[in-house]
């Protein structure tokens, strides 16, 4: 099981440009526009969270996707609930 830097999966998906987003949503605007809410939610925007997936796997083999549903921290750290990726550590290195 990987450990490393956690990240929350709202701030990552907030950090892409829309084009890249766009790609993510297979061209859906509204899909790309649910992200963009304070509290997005993967069951809004399916296919991007379906593609990110992919993505992540394929870019990212050592980091997991996990669910945070109590609200407390994980590492320390902010109070979230939702989605967010364990194991970022070493990524500069890959």
């Not at 830097?5 to 993510?24: E, G, P, R, T």
């Not at 993505?55 to 109070?79: F, H, Q, Y």
Request: net charge neutral.
């Amino acid at each position: 099981m990987a450990s490393g830097q956690i990240v929350v999966l709202k701030d990552v998906l907030q950090s892409l440009s829309d084009a890249n987003l766009l790609h993510l949503a297979a061209g859906s605007e509204k899909e790309v526009a649910k992200t963009k809410v304070a509290a997005p939610a993967p069951s809004k925007f399916p296919t991007i969270f379906d593609n990110f997936m992919i993505c992540m796997v394929e870019a990212w083999s050592g980091c997991i996707l996990k669910k945070n549903e109590t609200g407390r921290s994980i590492d320390g750290g902010r109070r979230f609930t939702g989605y967010y990726i364990d194991g970022l550590c070493g990524i500069a290195d890959q």
